[in-house]
């Protein structure tokens, strides 16, 4: 269990740089980054705040790849919206709270997509119930 973790944050932590150009990247690419001053608060959210996001994360979501996931849709989100900020002393609790509602949002489309997959059944399998049904 431990090697799995410390593999999974290696691994993580290989991956941050391309996933920082990535965020940064995305924002410009919204048209939402109309200065450098927004990348380069993005730039200082991840290269500090990161490995404590993840772990809110990871604690809410019990899964490190939803949990890598979780917390660059909320440094999305939070690049976005960056207007609503209110205070540069308040910035890594109002970045938290976005990690902590992006991961209840995943969890219930986890258990939304759980409940179909028990009512319904997988794909495959409906396709041919109705296909043994038409022959």
């Known amino acids: 269990m431990v090697s ?22 995305l924002l410009s690419l919204r048209g939402r980054a109309k200065s450098d001053t927004l990348s380069e608060r993005v730039v200082f959210w991840v290269t500090n705040y990161e490995r404590q996001l993840l772990s809110i994360a990871y ?13 660059q849709e909320s440094l999305i989100k939070a690049g976005l919206r960056i207007n609503q900020l209110k205070s540069t002393d308040s910035e890594f609790s109002w970045l938290s709270r976005i990690v902590v509602n992006q991961s ?21 399998h409906r396709f041919n ?3 043994s049904s038409v022959s």
């Open 59 to 71: 604690n809410v979501l019990r899964d490190w790849p939803a949990a890598e996931d979780c917390v």
């Open 104 to 124: 209840k949002t995943m969890l219930r489309q986890r258990y939304n997509y759980i409940i179909l997959l028990s009512r319904y059944g997988t794909i495959r």
């Open 4 to 25: 799995s973790t410390c593999s999974a944050l290696i691994n993580f932590h290989s991956r941050a740089k391309k996933r920082l150009y990535l965020n940064t990247r």
């Open 129 to 131: 119930e109705v296909q």
